[in-house]
């Protein structure tokens, strides 16, 4: 008997999913507040259905998750406790890729007694992280080894043939998403000793790696990785660093721009300012950046803040705004992927394990994966067809755990991960390496 899927949202990752469900067999739904780009990726399937529905809109929310089997939650993350009320209320089970909140986990209790599973964090960062990090974490207690040193490490970025500006990015995915995340505070562990780095300092000390096939990246910390020794069970690891990659030059311009004051959401009167009277008035306060100068022109931010138009007197026609809105929406404007460009995901995990009898192993595990030009990209089918596999599952019984879930657990991240594999999405894993290739943070 076939099942119905509803899907809500039809933002950048969905059309990979609604292609894999569609082929599975499944009749799906696409709620959206633009049912036109949903009705393009459906692209006729007999089995496809777009409707027009706001996140707002309880009521209709209600009765679209009573009539399907299972929910997919693609909102942004602030709806995504709505959803999963309505689920518990119809008893539907619920798949999303988004990081779980407190209030989400308080939802376990009640998801156990309705019998239904919450799935959550299932796509790439968190989702393909977890699971492939997992699958090593178990290999190594399974053989009665304990993880001394954790590193986790992924970027979206654009392919190295298509990081042709001064920032040599692009974006993919959640623009601003990834713009407010240089906002963050970072802390991990080296070597048993907390490190907190505040959000001023993210992008000061990045350290780097030579990744196969792209060359030179740069790596800087991804907000609390200490939440991850208990995520994986790894209490005993001394150090425990994530971070993200960017290729290099692109902390050392976004360090600058952040003091520049250039991030901040303080919004104030722009009418009659051009952009580069904003970028004079907020480098007011940084009395160590002189920005109306040759020196500054020839630094590698300036000539990234003029490719971006940032020194330009054309006027920004803007009244009461914030410089992080005005920036941000030049740097979509000009570093969004083009047609015919590829985006690519990078992810490696390292470990170094030690087992009772003294014998120490490191550990590494690596993807690469490139989107296809004009087709789907990296970014959407890394993020989307986890969470698309693990619809497949739950509704074929695959998945028998209730409650609240990340994918930690092998009955989640071993046929995900297998299937994946099917799908051109693999982990390489490299096993008794040498100790030499162990980064340790402070040699950095």
């Avoid at 007999?46 to 529905?53: D, H, I, K, M, T």
């Avoid at 994966?369 to 990209?377: A, L, N, R, S, V």
């Avoid at 990340?406 to 693999?426: A, F, M, R, S, T």
Wanted: aromatic letters at 8%.
């Amino acid at each position: 008997m076939k099942k119905d899927v509803l899907i809500l949202g039809s933002g950048l990752v969905t059309r990979p999913m609604i292609r894999y469900l569609l082929a599975k067999g499944y009749r799906i739904t696409v709620a959206s507040n633009t049912p036109d780009r949903a009705a393009r990726m459906i692209d006729g399937h007999p089995n496809g259905v777009s409707v027009s529905w706001e996140a707002n809109d309880e009521t209709g929310l209600s009765n679209m998750i009573a009539g399907h089997d299972l929910t997919v939650s693609l909102l942004p993350w602030t709806f995504h406790l709505s959803v999963a009320r309505q689920c518990l209320k119809h008893g539907k089970n619920m798949v999303t890729t988004s990081y779980v909140k407190p209030e989400m986990r308080a939802l376990d209790g009640e998801a156990r007694k309705a019998g239904i599973i919450l799935l959550n964090e299932l796509g790439l960062d968190p989702g393909i992280d977890h699971m492939s990090a997992m699958r090593i974490i178990d290999h190594i207690h399974a053989k009665g080894g304990s993880v001394n040193e954790f590193y986790s490490i992924c970027g979206a970025l654009p392919a190295p043939e298509a990081a042709n500006n001064p920032f040599r990015y692009k974006f993919s995915w959640s623009p601003k998403g990834v713009i407010l995340a240089g906002n963050n505070d970072a802390k991990y562990l080296q070597h048993r000793k907390l490190i907190s780095i505040p959000s001023a300092a993210l992008f000061k000390n990045p350290f780097h790696i030579d990744f196969p096939e792209i060359g030179n990246l740069e790596v800087y910390p991804n907000r609390d990785s200490l939440l991850y020794q208990d995520l994986y069970g790894i209490p005993e690891a001394e150090t425990l660093y994530r971070g993200t990659f960017r290729y290099p030059g692109w902390c050392e311009i976004l360090d600058t721009m952040k003091q520049l004051n250039l991030f901040s959401s303080d919004s104030f009167d722009m009418t009659g300012m051009s952009f580069a009277d904003l970028l004079l008035r907020q480098a007011s306060g940084a009395s160590n950046i002189q920005v109306n100068g040759p020196a500054f022109s020839a630094t590698l931010t300036g000539e990234a803040l003029e490719w971006l138009g940032m020194q330009s007197k054309t006027p920004m026609n803007r009244n009461i705004d914030s410089p992080f809105e005005v920036v941000a929406d030049k740097m979509i404007e000009k570093m969004t992927l083009g047609s015919g460009e590829r985006d690519m995901v990078v992810m490696q995990h390292l470990f170094l394990a030690v087992y009772p009898e003294g014998k120490k192993e490191v550990i590494r595990s690596r993807m690469l994966d490139f989107g296809i030009p004009d087709g789907d990209t990296a970014i959407a089918r890394t993020v989307a067809l986890p969470a698309a596999i693990g619809v497949d599952m739950i509704l074929k019984g695959k998945i028998k755990a209730k409650g609240v879930h990340i994918p930690v657990i092998p009955e989640i991240y071993h046929p995900i991960l297998d299937q994946l594999q099917c799908l051109g999405i693999k982990m390489d894993e490299e096993y008794n390496l040498s100790n030499e290739n162990i980064w340790v943070l402070s040699r950095s």
